[in-house]
């Protein structure tokens, strides 16, 4: 879901949910159980107009991947990445 916010700024979040799997476990061959994760992602922006030529835009954006550091696994039992930060900025 996403919100405009006034002057240009915008706030967003998403909600992806993996349900069980079954991985082949290499010590007994047989079918492992992994367990359901749900991620929430959330991110923070503002767009500026800085003028009409080549670089007319200039965008910041503050994003947080899986906020809460859900467990979450691939087809393989590698467990996917952590909780990640990022800041953003892009001149268009």
């Known amino acids: 879901a996403e919100r405009r916010l ?3 700024g ?6 992806r949910h993996t349900g069980e799997q079954f991985a082949l476990d290499p010590d007994t061959g047989g079918l492992a159980a992994l ?3 749900t991620e929430l992602d959330n991110d923070l922006g503002r767009e500026w107009r800085i003028g ?3 670089f007319s835009s200039l965008r910041a ?3 947080a991947n899986n906020v809460t ?3 979450v696994y691939d087809g ?4 996917g990445p952590g909780r990640l930060v990022r800041f953003e900025l892009k001149l268009q």
């Open 69 to 71: 550091d859900e467990a």
């Open 52 to 54: 009409s030529g080549f």
């Open 35 to 37: 367990p359901a994760g």
């Open 61 to 63: 954006m503050l994003t």
């Open 10 to 15: 915008r706030i967003g979040a998403a909600v």
């Open 6 to 8: 006034p002057r240009g």
């Open 76 to 79: 393989f039992g590698l467990p």
